[in-house]
């Protein structure tokens, strides 16, 4: 595998969380995750605060929510059901209906 240790462990926890995660959609996760922002938090926790984060923002109608005004918490309540199906789509076993979307460790947008 090529690059840091981090991007390979970033890598690593995307295939297994979300085996059937298309190309474009796993690149864009990959891209958030690896952001400055996301660098204090340990690999599979930015990871999976990326791939919600894509997924609400790109499979959803979370933005549009927010647009009409809805407050952050609302909307994500809102689209839950959606982004669970999207992941559960990809393989995932992982729920944000759980509540447990950043495990504990750090912002979500």
């Known amino acids: 595998m090529v690059g840091t240790k981090r991007q390979q462990a970033i890598r690593k926890a995307l295939r297994a969380l979300a085996p059937g995660i298309p190309l474009s959609d796993a690149e864009m996760v ?23 984060s894509h997924v609400r923002h790109s499979h959803t109608d979370y933005d549009r929510l927010l647009a009409e005004g809805y407050e952050r918490d609302a909307a994500r309540f809102f689209v839950v059901d959606q982004t669970d199906d ?7 076993q992982r729920s944000v209906a759980d509540g447990d979307e950043d495990g504990g460790e750090g912002p979500a947008s």
């Open 30 to 52: 990959l891209e958030l995750a690896g952001r400055n922002q996301m660098k204090a938090l340990p690999p599979k926790t930015a990871l999976w605060l990326a791939l919600g």
């Open 86 to 92: 999207v992941l559960s789509s990809w393989g995932c």
